[in-house]
């Protein structure tokens, strides 16, 4: 609903008085790493949780715990147990009984023990992002330093959705953070239907943000009271085929973040200044701009002028360059007709209303020439 404009949006971004962000490290079970983790808790006073996906993974962890610190005391705690055993165990847990905690992820809310402020998940591929997000919040809730251990199993391949939970876990450890990760959320996971009580969706193929314009602009046709928006306000991107690759390669920008800022950032340029201290940046922060970004930067050039010139269709390859006008019309046909005149035949408008340039177009060239054409019309619409 706040997505659509129905509801407004309220996000708590402070944190308590003294509340530190808990340190999050990914990688597989490390018998010294995890033994060093829970003596240091330990030699603080606090106490450490350590949660499994499943539960018949429960005694398998129990008895790699005892291997790594025999001299911890752990209880255990899971969903099956009976209700009087599961509230003993956690009562004695909450009363320093015991220095880990070993259960499934039934502690992932409603649980408040300040003293633990370390976390270990094992296998925590096989779990969601917002479940791994609110194990995060079982630790740190005092004025101590917390740290979580998210641990993999380095037999297996992770899926790429993991991977990229993962990724984002590690990543936003920020104080706050809890709204920009419930958007990767989204964007991994899908949508459920708006209208409906489906919890499936499609938005992971198109990504939030050309979901939320398209929702967007779907919400103010249905305020408008018509089936469309008015053709002056309707929001429209240019199409472009020049047969170039167009990407930030992973070589270039290999964080994730950064890649998916960089695009959104690109996307949203509406002028060539934009885009010229972009590339200025690019080359200050990452070095020299492969060709696949200064294609996508040509890409977005072009986007620019076509909206200039009124044109919402470039095709081009190695023989010519066909442009489609938008709605069929152009602001000055008089000039437009003059134009073509004083190109001596290299330029010709078709029966369908399409402007055909034909002449060779090598790829070293082909973007300076559709600019060049373009900026031209432009000038002629103005």
Same mark, same amino acid.
Request: with cysteine.
């Given at each position: 609903?706040?997505?659509?404009?129905?509801?407004e949006?309220?996000?708590?971004?402070?944190?308590p008085?003294?509340r530190l962000a808990?340190?999050?490290?990914?990688?597989?079970?490390d018998s010294?790493?995890?033994a060093e983790a829970?003596r240091?808790?330990r030699?603080?006073?606090?106490q450490v949780f350590?949660v499994?996906p499943r539960i018949?993974?429960?005694?398998?962890?129990y008895?790699?715990l005892?291997?790594?610190v025999?001299?911890?005391?752990?209880i255990?705690?899971?969903g099956?147990m009976p209700?009087?055993?599961?509230?003993e165990?956690m009562?004695r847990?909450?009363?320093?009984?015991?220095?880990?905690?070993?259960?499934?992820?039934?502690?992932?809310?409603?649980?408040d023990?300040p003293?633990a402020n370390?976390?270990?998940i094992?296998?925590a591929?096989?779990?969601g992002l917002?479940?791994l997000?609110?194990?995060?919040?079982r630790v740190?809730?005092?004025?101590q330093r917390?740290y979580?251990?998210?641990?993999?199993?380095?037999?297996r391949?992770?899926?790429p959705?993991?991977?990229?939970?993962l990724e984002?876990?590690?990543?936003?450890?920020? &104080?706050?953070?809890?709204?920009?990760?419930a958007?990767?959320?989204?964007?991994?996971? /899908?949508a =459920?239907? $708006?209208?409906? @009580? !489906?919890?499936?969706?499609?938005?992971?193929?198109?990504?939030v943000e &050309?979901?939320?314009d398209?929702?967007?602009?779907?919400?103010k046709?249905a305020?408008? /009271?018509? =089936?469309? $928006?008015?053709e @002056? !306000?309707?929001?429209?991107?240019?199409?472009i085929?020049?047969?170039?690759a167009v990407?930030?390669p992973d070589s270039?920008?290999?964080?994730l973040?950064?890649?998916?800022s960089l695009?959104?950032?690109i996307?949203?340029?509406e002028s060539?200044?934009?885009l010229?201290?972009?590339?200025?940046?690019?080359?200050?922060?990452?070095?020299?701009?492969p060709?696949?970004?200064k294609n996508?930067l040509?890409?977005?050039?072009?986007?620019?002028?076509?909206r200039?010139?009124?044109?919402d269709?470039v095709?081009a390859?190695?023989?010519?360059?066909?442009?489609?006008?938008?709605n069929?019309?152009?602001?000055?046909?008089?000039k437009?007709?003059?134009?073509?005149?004083m190109?001596?035949g290299?330029?010709?408008?078709?029966?369908?209303?399409?402007?055909v340039?034909m002449q060779?177009?090598?790829?070293?060239?082909?973007?300076?020439?559709?600019?060049d054409?373009l900026t031209e019309?432009a000038?002629?619409?103005?």
């Amino acid at each position: 609903m706040a997505l659509s404009g129905v509801r407004e949006m309220s996000i708590i971004a402070t944190p308590p008085v003294d509340r530190l962000a808990v340190r999050t490290s990914v990688g597989p079970w490390d018998s010294v790493v995890l033994a060093e983790a829970i003596r240091r808790e330990r030699f603080r006073g606090g106490q450490v949780f350590c949660v499994c996906p499943r539960i018949e993974q429960l005694n398998r962890v129990y008895d790699r715990l005892l291997n790594i610190v025999p001299e911890s005391r752990i209880i255990t705690a899971h969903g099956q147990m009976p209700a009087s055993d599961l509230d003993e165990a956690m009562t004695r847990f909450g009363e320093g009984e015991a220095d880990i905690l070993l259960s499934t992820n039934i502690i992932e809310s409603g649980i408040d023990i300040p003293s633990a402020n370390t976390m270990i998940i094992n296998r925590a591929d096989m779990l969601g992002l917002s479940q791994l997000y609110q194990l995060r919040g079982r630790v740190g809730r005092g004025r101590q330093r917390a740290y979580a251990y998210l641990t993999v199993d380095p037999t297996r391949l992770l899926t790429p959705n993991a991977k990229r939970r993962l990724e984002v876990m590690q990543t936003l450890d920020a &104080l706050g953070a809890g709204f920009s990760l419930a958007s990767y959320d989204l964007d991994i996971r /899908g949508a =459920g239907n $708006l209208l409906g @009580d !489906e919890q499936s969706g499609h938005v992971r193929e198109v990504g939030v943000e &050309l979901y939320q314009d398209m929702l967007k602009e779907a919400v103010k046709a249905a305020k408008l /009271g018509e =089936g469309e $928006l008015i053709e @002056d !306000e309707a929001p429209w991107s240019p199409v472009i085929n020049m047969g170039t690759a167009v990407l930030i390669p992973d070589s270039y920008v290999t964080d994730l973040t950064v890649r998916l800022s960089l695009y959104r950032r690109i996307a949203a340029m509406e002028s060539p200044q934009d885009l010229d201290q972009l590339s200025a940046e690019l080359v200050d922060r990452f070095g020299p701009v492969p060709n696949e970004v200064k294609n996508l930067l040509d890409t977005i050039s072009i986007k620019i002028l076509c909206r200039m010139a009124h044109i919402d269709k470039v095709d081009a390859g190695p023989k010519g360059l066909s442009l489609n006008f938008r709605n069929n019309s152009f602001p000055n046909p008089e000039k437009l007709i003059g134009h073509i005149a004083m190109k001596g035949g290299k330029m010709r408008l078709t029966g369908d209303h399409r402007l055909v340039m034909m002449q060779t177009l090598p790829l070293s060239s082909r973007a300076k020439v559709i600019k060049d054409t373009l900026t031209e019309l432009a000038d002629l619409a103005a």
